[in-house]
């Protein structure tokens, strides 16, 4: 991640030109406290400037959430964005940017991922878990839970084409196979979860929310994905299949390490 003021940043993009430059800031923001601001707008409009004259392709990670989250729909790149909220309507600015800035572009939406790291909605589902707390989720709530590491994967994938000179700009959306509720994926995260002994099954409630109630699980429209596939040949991979993997990841951090005294 880039950190200092737009003329630093601009300085070292052109030291060292690189060949692509890949914001998925943005979506770290978003699912942050303090959000997507104004600032870092006017940041990506610094580095899609930066690309220009470096020469550089711009990747940007965006969201799902730029629609408006229509239940039975499946959106294609096509549709026009319906945000709803501050967070969704930034990121349809942030969208409009990259698109205006640059006409050699690469906008890669997905939506509800989660993974072993950061402090995200999903460690916060965690958390409560093993808090035995109430896990609240809003029962019309479907989507595709996507593993962080397959977007990084789909991502090399799709650079490592357009290196080769492949001219396949635009708006592309990817997600995970199978599309699930938001009461079974809970169901599924305690259940392998349980495990590693850091949650009691017995101790937590899955209980549905009401209008307007707060729910653990977020809502994200399900993204159709042909697009990526007859442009890139990038299939889709089931969410399921890395869940082991990824609590693994997280309760072996968790382990104090050993220290070993040699004398």
């Avoid at 200092?4 to 979506?27: Q, R």
């Avoid at 923001?29 to 409009?45: E, F, I, N, R, Y």
């Avoid at 392998?192 to 307007?212: C, F, H, N, S, W």
Wanted: proline share 5%; net charge neutral; with cysteine.
């Amino acid at each position: 991640m880039l950190q200092g003021s737009a003329s630093e940043v601009t300085a070292l993009i052109a030291d060292y030109a690189p060949g692509f430059i890949v914001n998925a800031h943005s979506i770290e923001l978003a699912g942050s406290p303090t959000g997507l601001d104004k600032a870092h707008v006017k940041m990506v409009k610094t580095l899609c400037r930066a690309a220009k004259d470096s020469n550089s392709v711009f990747v940007h990670i965006s969201s799902a959430l730029v629609f408006n989250g229509a239940r039975g729909k499946m959106f294609v790149e096509s549709d026009r964005p319906k945000p709803r909220g501050p967070i969704s309507r930034r990121l349809t600015e942030l969208e409009q940017t990259v698109i205006k800035q640059l006409e050699q572009h690469i906008v890669l939406r997905s939506g509800w991922l989660f993974g072993a790291h950061g402090q995200g909605a999903f460690q916060s589902l965690l958390s409560g878990m093993e808090r035995g707390a109430e896990i609240r989720f809003e029962p019309t709530v479907d989507g595709a839970p996507t593993p962080a590491a397959d977007v990084a994967r789909v991502l090399f994938a799709m650079m490592q084409q357009v290196d080769c000179g492949a001219p396949c700009w635009g708006i592309y959306h990817y997600g995970s196979s199978d599309t699930t509720t938001g009461r079974d994926f809970s169901e599924t995260v305690i259940t392998m979860a349980a495990q590693y002994g850091k949650i009691d099954i017995e101790r937590i409630r899955l209980v549905e929310t009401g209008p307007g109630e707060e729910s653990r699980v977020p809502r994200h429209p399900i993204l159709d994905c042909n697009k990526i596939l007859n442009t890139f040949g990038i299939k889709q991979r089931p969410w399921r299949s890395a869940m082991t993997g990824i609590l693994k990841t997280i309760y072996q951090e968790q382990q104090p390490v050993e220290q070993v005294v040699t004398l």
